[in-house]
């Protein structure tokens, strides 16, 4: 790959910077309704099943999206789905008909992934293994910014117009992040495949790869907790605690602070002293502790407190999650987009796996039960992958 000006790829990488932050924001300002906007589309009991069907047509789409980018490119490949995040949020905002808000979600969900795997590729044609971490936490940092200020803006629309309108805010982040999407992409890479590789012989090279494998089951694990997290947090600040979404909206900013804060200095200590495995393994330990207090705290605690617990359970993630892009990104780069693929769709496996076991929980214990759960889960998930893993150093 031709080597940039260091004022080129300066550039290049604002714009990435730009793109990210209004993806999550509009990502972020939708997220943590879905869950009460389904319930209110289709009733509670469906809940669980539409949050299934999204993740595995989205899994279909990405077993589908290496073959299609291969076709057509990347720059028009990814263009062409970030139009579909935004034309789907607008039917979220304006659609009452159930059938039509619940392919409209589906849709929705599976371009929200779809784009995030487009960032990930436009960034690793600017990554080399010496900087990956900086370069990483400090992408992920300003794609979590936007996740601090939504919250708030959520909380406010939802309480004075409804939750329908909060998709529509999303659009308005949408709209610019994909007109100017096909921007981030160099023109001299945009069809620099080194082959078009098979879903299956890239997953048989994650597995054979003993790096890959675990780092992979990393991020299953740490997507699991954010899965729980996204479906039954709000049901259960709101529905059983009794919270207002402002209120809600203020824990969740709390909640995200984290991610700004921690990412990047993350990054910085995995390219220079410590390593990754050691960081992950103080990340998940908080995880842990975090969301087993979250499940044992009082429901006439103050928001603040909950706020607070969420607040650690996010320090510990925001840990993992720098770890998680700086180990795998110095394992691949922009070309094996089917790699990078199946690294994506694991991600959203726990999308299906966690309603499907939160609903069967359900039948015999109470929400405050499922994050004690969760904690316990965390700990054995994140066992499994740490175990003998090798740091890059």
Not at 316 to 327: K, L, N, P
Request: some cysteine; proline content about 3%; aromatic content about 14%.
């Amino acid at each position: 790959m031709p080597r940039l000006p260091a004022s080129t790829k300066r550039r290049a990488l604002h714009r990435i910077h730009l793109l990210i932050f209004l993806y999550s924001l509009g990502i972020a300002l939708s997220t943590y309704v879905g869950s009460s906007y389904l319930q209110g589309v289709v009733g509670t009991g469906a809940v669980e099943s539409i949050y299934i069907a999204s993740a595995a047509f989205t899994i279909i789409g990405m077993v589908l999206l290496p073959a299609f980018v291969h076709r057509v490119g990347k720059r028009m490949g990814f263009s062409v789905i970030a139009v579909l995040l935004f034309a789907s949020s607008i039917l979220l905002s304006m659609v009452a008909l159930p059938v039509i808000a619940v392919l409209s979600f589906t849709l929705y969900t599976a371009a929200t992934w779809m784009v995030l795997l487009g960032f990930d590729v436009a960034l690793e044609q600017y990554s080399s293994d010496g900087n990956t971490g900086r370069l990483r936490g400090w992408y992920l940092t300003i794609m979590n910014a936007g996740w601090v200020v939504a919250p708030l803006v959520m909380g406010s629309i939802g309480q004075r117009f409804g939750i329908q309108w909060v998709f529509a805010a999303s659009a308005v982040a949408f709209l610019p992040m994909s007109l100017l999407f096909p921007t981030m992409f160099r023109s001299s890479d945009d069809r620099s495949f080194h082959h078009h590789e098979h879903l299956r012989d890239a997953l048989r090279r994650i597995i054979q790869i003993d790096g890959l494998w675990k780092v992979t089951l990393v991020a299953f694990a740490l997507q699991f907790f954010y899965a729980w997290m996204v479906i039954y947090a709000p049901l259960y600040l709101h529905d059983t605690i009794g919270f207002s979404w402002g209120m809600i909206g203020w824990m969740f900013s709390i909640m995200l602070i984290p991610f700004v804060l921690t990412e990047y200095p993350a990054g910085v200590i995995a390219d220079r002293w410590w390593g990754e495995k050691e960081l992950m393994i103080v990340g998940f330990v908080v995880m842990a502790v975090a969301s087993i207090v979250f499940g044992v705290m009082s429901p006439s605690a103050s928001w603040l407190a909950f706020a607070g617990v969420l607040f650690c359970s996010r320090v510990g993630a925001s840990i993992v999650e720098s770890m998680r892009d700086t180990y795998f990104y110095k394992h691949v780069d922009s070309d094996d987009i089917a790699i990078i693929s199946v690294f994506h769709m694991v991600w959203i496996l726990p999308y299906v796996i966690a309603p499907v076991l939160g609903a069967a929980m359900l039948t015999t214990v109470g929400y405050a039960d499922l994050f004690v759960m969760l904690g316990g889960l965390l700990v054995i998930l994140s066992g499994a992958a740490l175990y003998r893993l090798s740091d890059t150093k």
